[in-house]
C-alpha cells in the first residue's frame, strides 16, 4: 500500500474509513472523497463505545485519522457504479494522543517494544473458510460448494473462480497472493499472501476476509470464516507464522546448531508455550471457537511444539537451508481472532521468552492425543484451554498479556467475549429439544 497522491484520491467518488473494535471486528465510516484533505487534517469524531463496547462509557470523545499509507482504491466498484476508495485509521484522544486501547495502537506498541531490543518482526496468516450455497440442503449456514477434498483439482470450477476473483481483488489492493488451494473438507478453501510487517500483515487479514465475502456473494455463494460452521466436518484454523530479524539477519537460524534452530528461537517458542492458554484466549474468542477446541478432532489442544508433526499447536516451519524461511506457526488460533491483539500476544510471549533465557520442553514428533496421560505429564505438555471461561480467566491472570495489552483492553476484550456467553446460554438448540423436550 503506498502513500496516496492528490490524483488517487481523486480517482475515487467515496472513501470507506476503516477502524477495528477490540472484538476484532472491522467497522466503517464512508465519506464523499472531496472530505480528504480536511480529515487528514482534523479526522472524524468517534464514539468510544463502537471501539470497546457499551461497558466503557467513559470514551466518548475519540476522534479517527486516517493513516495515508494505508490508502488504496477498491478493485471492485459499487453496484451503481462508483469508485470506492478505503483507508485504515488510527484512534486519537482529545489530546491528539493515539488511543492506548485501539488495536491499531496496541500492536505498534507491541512491535515498538521488539525493536527497542533490535528485532523487527515478520508475521504471515492462513486463514481457512468455507465457500457454500446459502439454498439447498439442511445445514443451517448451507451447502458446501463442492465436494473437494485435500488439494483436489475439480472438475467443477465454480467455487475456483470465487478464489479467483478473490486473488485478483488481492492483487489489486497491493497484496502478493502466493496462492490458493483447497483444503481438508467439502468446499473449504485457503488463500495464503505473502508474510510482512505485523501491522501490514493484520490489516490485510481483515481485507482479505471482507474481499472474500463480497466475491462469494457476487457468484451466489458465501465465505464463511466462522471456527467451526459445520459439526461434520472440520474447522477453519487461522495458522499464524511468526518470526524475528535484526534487519539485515534472521534471528530465528543457527547453521551451527543440530536441528538450526538458534537459542534465541527456543527461548520464543518456550516463551509462547508458557503464555499458550493466555493466547488461545485471544486466539479463539468467540462461543464458536470452542466447538472447534475439541480433543481428539484435529483439532490441537495440547501445549506442545514440533519440528515436523503438524498435529501440534506450535510447529517450526520453514527450512534451515534458507534461514530467513525459519519460523513460528501457530495452529490453535481461528479466524475470528483479533490479528492485532493476537500479534501483540505473540510478540510478548516471545520478549518474555527471551528475557528470562526459557527453555521449551522436548519436541513432541507424535500426536499428543494417542499419549497417555501419564507420557503427557512425564513430557511436561499440559492442555490448553478448551473452555472460554477457563481461556479468559487465564488471560486477565497473565501479567505479561494484560502489561503488553493494556488493562483496558483486556477488560473490553474479555467483557465482550463473557456477553457473546451470556446470550449464548439463552438460545436453546435443536440438539437440547431432541434430548429433552420427552425426558421423564
Known amino acids: ?26 467497522k466503517s465510516l464512508e465519506v464523499p472523497a472531496e472530505r480528504w484533505d480536511e480529515l487528514i487534517e482534523g479526522g ?11 461497558s466503557e462509557p467513559g470514551f466518548s470523545d475519540l476522534r479517527l485519522r486516517p493513516d495515508p499509507e494505508t490508502f488504496l482504491r477498491r478493485p471492485w466498484d459499487s453496484p451503481g457504479g462508483r469508485r470506492i476508495g478505503m483507508v485504515f485509521c488510527d484512534v ?43 439454498t439447498g440442503g ?8 463442492d465436494t473437494s477434498g485435500y488439494w483436489d483439482l475439480a472438475a467443477d470450477e465454480e467455487a475456483d473462480e470465487v478464489c479467483r476473483d478473490i486473488s485478483s481483488a488481492l492483487a489489486g489492493m497491493g497484496f502478493k497472493v502466493s496462492g490458493h488451494h483447497h483444503e481438508v473438507c467439502a468446499g473449504q478453501r485457503e488463500i495464503v499472501f505473502e508474510h510482512d510487517t505485523a501491522l501490514r500483515t493484520a490489516d490485510r487479514f481483515l481485507l482479505l476476509k471482507h474481499t472474500a465475502r463480497v466475491m462469494a456473494r457476487r457468484r451466489g455463494m458465501r ?3 466462522m471456527p467451526k460452521p459445520f459439526p461434520h466436518l ?12 535484526d534487519g539485515a539477519h534472521p534471528l530465528f537460524a543457527d547453521a551451527t546448531a543440530v536441528d538450526g534452530l538458534s537459542p534465541l528461537f527456543r527461548q520464543a517458542i518456550a516463551g509462547v508455550l508458557e503464555h499458550s492458554p493466555a493466547l488461545t484466549a485471544l486466539g479463539n474468542p468467540g462461543v464458536n471457537s470452542y466447538k472447534r477446541l475439541v480433543p481428539g478432532s484435529g483439532t490441537p489442544v495440547h501445549r506442545s511444539w ?8 506450535f510447529k517450526v516451519a520453514g527450512d534451515p537451508a534458507s534461514p530467513a524461511s525459519l519460523r513460528l506457526e501457530l495452529r490453535s488460533p481461528d479466524p475470528s481472532a483479533n490479528p492485532y491483539l493476537l500479534f501483540t500476544g505473540i510478540l510478548a510471549a516471545f520478549a518474555d521468552g527471551i528475557d528470562r533465557a526459557l527453555k521449551p520442553a522436548d519436541p513432541c514428533e507424535e500426536p499428543a492425543d494417542t499419549l497417555t496421560p501419564g507420557e503427557l505429564a512425564a513430557r511436561g505438555i499440559g492442555q490448553l484451554p478448551t473452555e472460554m471461561s477457563t481461556a479468559l480467566r487465564a488471560l486477565e491472570s497473565d501479567p505479561v498479556m494484560v502489561g503488553s495489552l493494556g488493562e483496558l483492553t483486556v477488560r473490553s476484550f474479555t467483557t465482550g467475549c463473557r456477553a457473546q456467553w451470556a446470550d449464548s446460554q439463552r438460545v436453546i438448540t435443536p440438539w437440547e429439544f431432541e434430548q429433552y423436550a420427552e425426558q421423564p
Open 1 to 26: 500500500m503506498t502513500q496516496p497522491t492528490t490524483v488517487a484520491v481523486q480517482d475515487v467518488d467515496f472513501i470507506q474509513l476503516l477502524f477495528v473494535d477490540t472484538a476484532g471486528r472491522l
Open 44 to 54: 472524524w469524531t468517534l464514539d468510544g463505545s463502537v471501539l470497546l463496547g457499551h
Open 92 to 134: 486519537l484522544k482529545a489530546d491528539g494522543e493515539l488511543f492506548e486501547a485501539a488495536p491499531r495502537t496496541v500492536l505498534r506498541k507491541g512491535v515498538l517494544a521488539l525493536q527497542e531490543r533490535g528485532m523487527a518482526p515478520s508475521f504471515g496468516v492462513e486463514a481457512e473458510f468455507y465457500l457454500v450455497r446459502p
Open 138 to 145: 439442511t445445514m443451517p449456514g448451507g451447502t458446501p460448494a
Open 223 to 225: 465465505a464463511i470464516f
Open 234 to 245: 472440520y474447522g477453519n484454523a487461522l495458522h499464524v507464522h511468526a518470526s524475528l530479524h
Open 306 to 313: 514440533a519440528r515436523h508433526n503438524r498435529s501440534t499447536a
